[in-house]
């Protein structure tokens, strides 16, 4: 097992790339706290983990919270007795068809950027005292190209996790901790999504993808796998795409 004796906290972990995460996780020996907003969706999933011979437990989450981080670090270390690894998943999706809304912006920012770093700022001493530990922060092709059918706010967050993993690396390599982005291109609807989960605007959005398909959760999930497990233990600050071949539009 690829994770064996490793224990994990993986947010947004009721639907979708989480879901799929924290799942795979378990399958690989790791024990994995599941958090999210959705209390239903992550009992679930603890549930299948659980039920297929896995340990998980589920917590309640906003990433935007630093109180909650704080709950959720003390309550790993509880249950599981330490942190190897992050996975900094949860999101906000970046359709809206006013590209120049101002509560968006602040949305994107607030979801998809602080809570990348409160739940670093969270983790990190815990790793530091072990000497060890990975952090996988989810980013998107929209932290590396400009693109026409999301609000800026998205890319500009994304683009936030791109540049604050690279500087994390940097910080706390001595510390024996990585730090690595992921970067998927189109997958499928966030539960968030409103314009890109348009079959219109996918289909235009699958026309600039080489591969000429969807990304599957699954994907994803072994590509954070990867960067979690000790097969990964020389790599930091990289950003690896999981996009297809993705094409700005």
Same mark, same amino acid.
């Given at each position: 097992? *690829?994770? /064996? ?23 690989? %020996? ?14 679930? @999933?603890?549930? *299948? ?7 998980? *437990? ?57 809570? @990348? ?5 969270? @983790? ?6 072990? %000497?060890?530990?990975?952090?996988? !922060? ?16 998205? !890319? ?10 690279? #500087? ?7 510390? %024996?901790? *990585? ?9 499928? #609807?966030?539960?968030?999504? /409103?314009?890109?989960?348009?079959? /219109? ?7 600039? @993808? ?40």
């Amino acid at each position: 097992m *690829r994770l /064996k004796d490793k224990v994990a906290i993986v947010t947004g972990a009721g639907w979708g790339m989480g879901a799929s995460t924290a799942e795979l996780f378990a399958a690989e %020996g790791a024990c994995v706290m599941v958090t999210d907003i959705l209390d239903a969706e992550g009992t679930d @999933v603890v549930a *299948r983990i659980n039920d297929s011979g896995g340990q998980a *437990r589920f917590l309640t989450l906003d990433v935007t919270n630093d109180t909650g981080w704080a709950s959720v670090v003390g309550e790993t270390i509880s249950t599981f007795g330490q942190i190897d690894i992050l996975v900094n998943n949860a999101g906000v999706s970046g359709s809206h068809p006013d590209l120049l809304n101002t509560q968006t912006w602040d949305e994107q920012m607030d979801v998809n950027a602080r809570g @990348v770093f409160l739940g670093m700022q969270a @983790v990190i001493p815990q790793m530091q005292k072990a %000497g060890a530990g990975s952090i996988v !922060n989810i980013s998107s092709i929209s932290g590396i190209v400009g693109q026409s059918f999301v609000h800026m706010g998205y !890319n500009a967050a994304k683009g936030a996790v791109r540049m604050a993993s690279k #500087a994390a690396a940097v910080q706390f390599a001595p510390d %024996g901790i *990585r730090v690595n982005s992921v970067h998927p291109g189109l997958m499928p #609807a966030m539960r968030t999504s /409103k314009m890109t989960a348009d079959p /219109k605007v996918r289909e235009k959005m699958l026309s600039a @993808v080489p591969f000429g398909r969807v990304g599957r959760v699954e994907e994803v999930a072994y590509a954070n796998l990867f960067l979690a497990s000790d097969e990964s233990s020389y790599i930091t600050g990289i950003e690896l795409p999981v996009d297809g071949g993705f094409l700005a539009m």
